[in-house]
């Protein structure tokens, strides 16, 4: 097939987690274009270029029509936001993390086959299981992993630090105390731990995203949570199975009027 850059962006319902299941999917019609290089060496790219490129959809003419605003992974198929003014950190970690997948995957594979080769002799063979047998211990996941949690009695001092830095942080932000028992928080809080508990003492520059980014992807959570919404209310709207209240209130700040469904 031929492929096609359009040079003006498409304006669609897809987001990151539709482009992702439809490349995993619809592999006939939708694939990752490379990403040209403005010169004639493909070395004045980024490195992580080699990982990522353009999400793209095949037309009636069989020629691939780049997909703008995403990039995504050629080994997963992992899709991101993407413009000149995007930050990468994000596509140079997920890059670092998908090479070493499949790394694993390759040396854990290549040791099974190495393992049932019949010419191999008898101290080889006890090498390579022992090789293989402790590749699969170093893969093996552990409860935490799998979002089992550990009760534990922290120490003193880290309980104290932990009040401390929370004081402060309510006091110098002027920020109210009820945040500290907000849901969100302590999801964050969280996957915060899960993250140190998987790569270990790590900045948390590194995870938290700027105010900009999160602004970006409230679109494209806001259609997912409503394309699952959808498919959740089609069956029960077809047999009218449900019951639809509205409620209507104005705050007393801004006047500010709002109106919400409740479904049953």
Request: a positive charge; hydrophobic letters at 30%.
């Given at each position: ?139 093996q996941s552990t ?92 069956e029960r709207l ?27």
């Amino acid at each position: 097939m031929e492929l096609v850059d359009i040079s003006s962006p498409r304006k669609d319902s897809l987001n990151s987690e539709k482009i992702k299941l439809l490349l995993q999917t619809e592999s006939t019609k939708y694939t990752v274009i490379k990403k040209k290089s403005s010169t004639s060496s493909s070395s004045s790219l980024p490195s992580w270029w080699s990982s990522f490129g353009y999400p793209a959809k095949s037309d009636e003419n069989a020629k691939y029509q780049r997909i703008f605003g995403y990039v995504s992974c050629f080994k997963c198929y992992q899709t991101f936001i993407y413009s000149a003014k995007s930050g990468t950190t994000r596509l140079r970690e997920h890059q670092n993390k998908c090479a070493r997948i499949i790394s694993l995957s390759s040396s854990s594979s290549s040791s099974s086959i190495n393992i049932d080769q019949s010419n191999i002799s008898s101290s080889s063979s006890s090498i390579l299981i022992d090789h293989s047998i402790n590749t699969a211990s170093s893969l093996q996941s552990t409860l935490p992993q799998h979002g089992f949690r550990t009760s534990l009695k922290l120490s003193e001092t880290d309980t104290n630090n932990m009040k401390t830095l929370c004081a402060q942080w309510v006091c110098m932000d002027l920020r109210p105390f009820s945040m500290l028992d907000d849901s969100g928080f302590r999801a964050v809080a969280q996957e915060l731990i899960r993250i140190g508990h998987k790569y270990g003492m790590i900045d948390v520059n590194e995870i938290l995203r700027s105010r900009h980014t999160i602004a970006r992807s409230i679109n494209d959570i806001a259609a997912t949570y409503r394309e699952h919404m959808k498919q959740k209310l089609i069956e029960r709207l077809k047999y009218r199975a449900i019951t639809i209240c509205p409620d209507f209130w104005t705050d007393t700040y801004k006047n500010i009027s709002y109106l919400g469904l409740n479904l049953t």
